[in-house]
């Protein structure tokens, strides 16, 4: 049976800009491919060692995600078929386990894992393993796409015509918009969030006319530059309750 793809398959040009999870329990898989996808991360699963290594065939994948007990193989076998396809040896692995214990992450260590997480995965450490693990600026705090009604400098922007908040973190916001700010401009913002709204002041570090933004998207990257320790909080937990939704 052919590995499945939980998100469209990479380009020949970007052939190893996706995520292999691999893990027999469904649950656990669900689990974690869910937290990656809406991390923005593309994901391909498999439920089985041989799964995982047929689709090695295809391609090579940024980052391999590994169960440490599969039923078919060991998971020191499977790494040293696995980098019979990975030649240069540079796929990083994430083990997981079913416990917390310096055996168990001996065991993962020596079969070859980067680094290893715990089962149930806690989503802000599963970000950070893999922002280290794939990215040469790694972002150490987690970002979402979302559609939140913003009011930047006293104007509201009202979900209509796609414009929104479209992506979110603690630190700043993207707001998708036809009309994006100067850089550099400082503007008050205020984000309705589930339970009333935070506000903010911020500064504009990105500003694209259409076609030229992410996804092609007109809008402006606002990085908060003065906002409370109870809306930063806030946001955390609308982050955290956004990426959980139907998985906890």
């Not at 893999?130 to 559609?147: C, G, Y």
């Not at 400082?186 to 694209?208: E, M």
Request: glycine share 4%; hydrophobic share 40%.
């Amino acid at each position: 049976m052919a590995a499945h793809r939980a998100s469209s398959a990479p380009s020949s040009s970007g052939r190893r800009r996706f995520l292999l999870v691999v893990d027999s329990d469904v649950r656990s898989l669900f689990a974690t491919t869910t937290l990656l996808q809406r991390m923005q991360y593309n994901i391909w699963s498999a439920r089985s060692a041989a799964e995982a290594l047929e689709m090695a065939t295809v391609a090579v994948p940024a980052l391999l995600i590994l169960a440490q007990n599969l039923p078919d193989m060991s998971s020191v076998e499977f790494v040293k078929q696995f980098k019979q396809y990975d030649l240069a040896n540079s796929t990083p692995i994430v083990m997981l386990t079913q416990r917390a214990d310096p055996a168990s992450e001996r065991a993962c260590l020596a079969a070859g894992a980067l680094t290893c997480l715990t089962i149930p995965i806690n989503a802000e450490n599963l970000y950070r393993v893999v922002q280290m693990a794939t990215e040469p600026l790694p972002r150490m705090n987690i970002r979402i796409s979302t559609k939140l009604s913003v009011t930047v400098n006293n104007q509201t922007v009202e979900c209509v015509e796609g414009e929104c908040a479209s992506v979110l973190s603690e630190y700043g916001v993207y707001v998708r918009t036809l009309e994006p700010r100067p850089l550099n401009s400082k503007l008050p913002v205020r984000i309705q969030l589930a339970g009333g709204a935070i506000t903010a002041d911020a500064v504009v570090i990105h500003s694209h006319r259409a076609g030229t933004g992410p996804r092609d998207e007109p809008g402006m990257g606002l990085q908060f530059i003065r906002i409370s320790e109870q809306d930063q909080e806030r946001i955390r937990c609308f982050i955290k309750d956004e990426l959980t939704r139907g998985i906890n």
